[in-house]
């Protein structure tokens, strides 16, 4: 099995959502991130009057996915299809390997529980 966490620019999110949704994955978990990645950071007004601020970070979403091994190249393809434009700074995508995987519900092992 792997686990693919892939942080991408949270303007984003909801084209990945609507790519991974196409390879009926058993589930998805994310969560808004920050990082201070390649991409420029947006000059944001600041309160009512007319002043502007640089932010320290820029908002992301990490998204992370377990699946099985011959489902990880698909679900980095659709990743890559729905955020990447081809310039540098827009995310990455990290896969690494899970021994083992447990349904709390029905302690149940392995990847019949993905």
Do not use: W
Request: net charge negative; hydrophobic share 35%.
């Amino acid at each position: 099995m792997k686990k693919i966490e892939a942080v991408i620019p949270h303007a984003r999110l909801e084209g990945a959502f609507a790519a991974l949704k196409e390879l009926n994955l058993g589930g998805i978990t994310y969560f808004e991130s920050k990082g201070t990645g390649e991409i420029p950071r947006p000059q944001m007004h600041s309160g009512r009057g007319t002043g502007t601020y640089t932010p320290e970070f820029n908002i992301n979403s990490t998204v992370m996915i377990v699946v099985s091994d011959s489902m990880a190249n698909k679900v980095i393809d659709k990743i890559l299809e729905s955020t990447s434009t081809g310039l540098k700074g827009e995310g990455k995508i990290f896969v690494s390997d899970i021994e083992d995987v447990v349904d709390i519900g029905t302690k149940k092992h392995g990847e019949s529980t993905i």
